[in-house]
């Protein structure tokens, strides 16, 4: 069965302190990582995609990284406004546009 | 643009009671996907549209559960009888055809008491 697993559930941070959250990935295929960013009371709000191992992408003061087995956002030294839950998910074959979420990592940067 | 509308905002309703969400895509967009989101089991995607044709409903918990798109700015997710174990946050979300970006509502969030 296809599998998202979010690390670690809960991260609080210093601002300024540089860290990164896990997304492993037990899938039959990948056909794209998707990384989603989600405020209180709001609907996600699309960060990034990966297609291939080794792909990198950087939007401001984030980071994405993509292996065979996982992908990491790095966050370098992350502001109070960073604070949210991110999201990411897979989309497992090229004939479906199902995307399978893991349940996010919660983020709080403190002044 | 003013984004994926979605109404209502918040829904209460009692057990048994028949539940519409409702939805307005951005224009132009051709898919439209309808999410549920609980603290359990995160976002899991109920069922998607393409040009208005449902493509993949398995997500579809039960009978109970129906969608439909019935012109490309409007789509209804109706749960009828409605559970309690059905209070959740529903998202919709919409896309280009040929985009990779989704983009989703401020959900819908419901509570069958």
């Known amino acids: 069965e296809d599998q998202v697993t979010q690390s670690p559930e809960a991260l609080r941070l210093q601002e300024g302190e540089s860290s990164s959250l896990n997304c492993s990935y037990t899938?039959?295929?990948?056909?794209?990582l998707f990384w989603y960013r989600q405020d209180p009371g709001k609907g996600p709000e699309f960060l990034f995609t990966?297609?291939?191992a080794g792909e990198e992408k950087e939007k401001e003061r984030l980071k994405a990284t993509l292996t065979k087995k996982e992908s990491f956002l790095h966050i370098t030294a992350p502001k109070p406004e960073d604070s949210a839950t991110y999201l990411c998910?897979?989309?497992?074959?090229?004939?479906?546009?199902?995307?399978?979420f893991g349940t996010g990592t919660r983020l709080q940067v403190f002044p | 643009d003013a984004g994926v509308i979605q109404s209502p905002r918040h829904e209460v309703t009692e057990m048994g009671q028949e539940v519409t969400l409702r939805c307005k895509p951005i224009s132009g967009h051709d898919y439209l996907f309808w999410y549920r989101q609980t603290m359990m089991r995160g976002l899991e995607l109920l069922i998607y549209?393409?040009?208005?044709?449902?493509?993949?409903d398995s997500g579809m918990p039960e009978d109970r559960f129906s969608a439909k798109m019935p012109n490309a700015s409007f789509s209804t997710l109706k749960i009828q009888p409605s559970e309690p174990r059905d209070s959740a946050v529903y998202f919709c979300a919409s896309r280009r055809q040929k985009g990779t970006e989704a983009f989703f509502g401020q959900g819908t969030r419901l509570t069958v008491v």
């Open positions: 899938v039959s295929g990948l056909r794209g």
């Open positions: 549209f393409n040009n208005n044709v449902p493509i993949d």
């Open positions: 998910a897979v989309k497992t074959s090229i004939n479906t546009d199902k995307l399978i």
């Open positions: 990966l297609y291939s």
